[in-house]
């Protein structure tokens, strides 16, 4: 059920020196604008704002070390415009353990940020991102955050005809997703690995970190049915340091050498997870990724200080949109390379970090693939899947939406 605010007001003008609604710009002028100028530039006024619950049924259990989740429990924004009526969508995706929201305090905060939203007066979409960091804070809120932002910044690109893929830089049209084996049995594992080998996918994200011995046998069933994949392991911070170290030496003993291990250790133990990184380089040539101990830009600039990891995980449900930039700048600056991925998401949410990641066009491991794991797609247009291969088109924003 949505909850709406709606703005007494019933126009405004949208145009200023670099946008006009009633004579949109042409698209190579938009592409050269870009995301900054947009959010310096261009005006804004929202009409109508409203969540509603976003629940969808999984295929199956989606097991990691930390937590379990049976269905999506997410919060889905729309944000109408006035004037030309243009309609963004955004998402604050749920997942137990990992943001710090459930989805009862989601809802409460994504109304409180629409009915705000509707009172603001007419200004830049700039200085309307930062209000809305402003009734949603740091970590506590940072995926209703992430939602809101995704929501005005479609509503805006809609309005002006750009794609966000280009928005983001136009890097390019399309990008390839690995998929995530969750914590499974080796049976059920292997059968998976040979569905997803049949779809065409050839890198598999396998969630390990309960149970070393069990891990290492369901690593063994997946490379009987699919002996060419290349490997990601996510421990989720399920491992000690010696029991990372640990699953890189019997990997090495089977001749398997992943080419990420994704959060081997508990976010704050940062001396393990230095010491993994060091051992997974010079020992077996892994690159390590920092996740959960990379939420913030606070934490990215530990890990640089600290030489902590080789890799760190982009998810704009941790820290929002405008500050994932902000890490993606610094990361790419002091050397670190870049991975995407997201929480259990629809196609809202994960549409969003697709474009982003297209547009980017920098990161070396893209993990976007929840939804595909969800039992239904709730999501009209949007981007368009093909095996693991995403396609996105020149319609503005992100494309997708939800039905009334």
């Known amino acids: 059920m949505f909850c709406m605010a709606t703005s007494s007001s019933s126009s405004s003008s949208l145009i200023n020196s670099n946008f006009n609604s009633q004579n949109p710009p042409k698209p190579l002028l938009a592409i050269a604008i870009g995301f900054k100028t947009l959010t310096e530039n261009f005006t804004v006024k929202v009409h109508k704002a409203e969540n509603r619950e976003l629940n969808v049924p999984l295929l199956s259990p989606f097991t990691i070390a930390s937590s379990r989740l049976d269905s999506v429990g997410n919060v889905a924004i729309r944000i109408e415009l006035n004037n030309g009526g243009c309609v963004g969508w955004g998402e604050a995706p749920i997942l137990p353990s990992v943001t710090a929201e459930d989805q009862p305090t989601a809802m409460l905060k994504a109304r409180e940020a629409c009915e705000l939203l509707i009172e603001l ?4 979409l700039g200085h309307v991102l930062d209000e809305i960091g402003g009734i949603l804070p740091g970590h506590r809120f940072s995926s209703v955050r992430a939602g809101v932002e995704m929501a005005m910044i479609d509503a805006a690109a809609k309005s002006v005809g ?3 893929w280009k928005l983001f830089g136009g890097a390019s049209t399309t990008i390839t997703t690995d998929i995530t084996i969750p914590i499974v049995s080796p049976a059920e594992a292997s059968k998976l690995a040979a569905k997803y080998r ?8 396998l969630k390990v970190g309960k149970n070393l011995k069990a891990d290492i046998e369901v690593l063994q069933a997946i490379r009987e049915v699919h002996p060419t994949c290349s490997f990601i392991l996510d421990a989720n911070e399920g491992y000690k340091t010696e029991e990372a170290v640990e699953v890189l030496e019997k990997l090495h003993e089977m001749e398997v050498t992943p080419v990420l291990f994704e959060q081997p250790v508990h976010r704050d133990n940062w001396e393990g997870l230095r010491h993994v990184t060091r051992v997974a380089k010079e020992r077996f040539g892994v690159s390590v990724a920092a996740d959960e ?3 913030d830009l606070a934490d990215l600039k530990r890990i640089i200080k600290d030489d902590v990891v080789d890799v760190v995980n982009i998810k704009l449900a941790k820290s929002g949109i405008l500050e994932a930039l902000e890490v993606i700048e610094l990361a790419r600056s002091s050397g670190i390379e870049l991975m995407i991925g997201g929480m259990v998401e629809t196609r809202l949410a994960m549409g969003f970090s697709g474009h982003l990641a297209a547009g980017i066009g920098c990161f070396r491991f893209i993990d976007l693939d929840t939804p595909l794991l969800l039992a239904g797609d709730p999501v009209q247009g949007g981007y368009k899947a093909s095996g693991a291969v995403y396609e996105f088109t020149d319609e503005g924003g992100h494309g997708g939406y939800l039905t009334e």
């Not at 049949?198 to 994200?205: A, H, I, M, N, R």
């Open 121 to 124: 007066p007419e200004m830049k």
């Open 162 to 164: 750009v794609p966000l």
């Open 198 to 205: 049949g779809e065409g996918f050839k890198t598999l994200k």
């Open 293 to 295: 101990s990379c939420r």
